[in-house]
């Protein structure tokens, strides 16, 4: 079993910075890959990055790459989501997830075992 507990989300403006944190507590995290996915209003969950366990893999979505940064530090348990130059777009709840059987994780949120209750990022002016 796999506790996924985010935080860092907030109200900022556009153009600002935030720094999302995802702290795992459980099985073994060093070898498990873990994605962020975020969720405006509506069903869907959108794949937003993966790292892999090593942090040697990682993999952006294209409204991600060259804005958002995801790394882990093993020995803290922990994942994060760096997020730069921020949109109104980027409104959502951001949420972490574990997918223990894939090295590389995935871009599927069916693919994840254990997610993270969510953390709120609003982007306004």
């Known amino acids: 079993q796999v506790q996924l507990v985010e935080s860092g989300g907030g109200l900022v403006q556009p153009g600002s910075s935030l720094r999302l944190s995802c702290a795992a507590s459980?099985?073994?995290?060093?070898?498990?890959?873990m994605g962020w996915f975020r969720q405006a209003p509506g069903p869907e969950r959108r794949f937003v990055a993966v790292i892999s366990g090593s942090g040697d893999y990682t993999y952006y979505a294209d409204v991600a790459k060259g804005r958002f940064t995801i790394s882990r530090d093993n020995a803290k348990n922990t994942v994060y989501l760096q997020m730069n130059n921020l949109t109104p777009e980027d409104t959502a709840v951001y949420s972490c997830?574990?997918?223990?059987?894939?090295?590389?994780?995935?871009?599927?949120?069916?693919?994840?075992?254990?997610w993270g209750q969510g953390t709120q990022v609003t982007v306004s002016s």
């Open positions: 997830a574990a997918a223990p059987r894939y090295y590389r994780g995935s871009v599927y949120a069916q693919d994840y075992e254990y």
């Open positions: 459980g099985r073994t995290f060093s070898s498990t890959a």
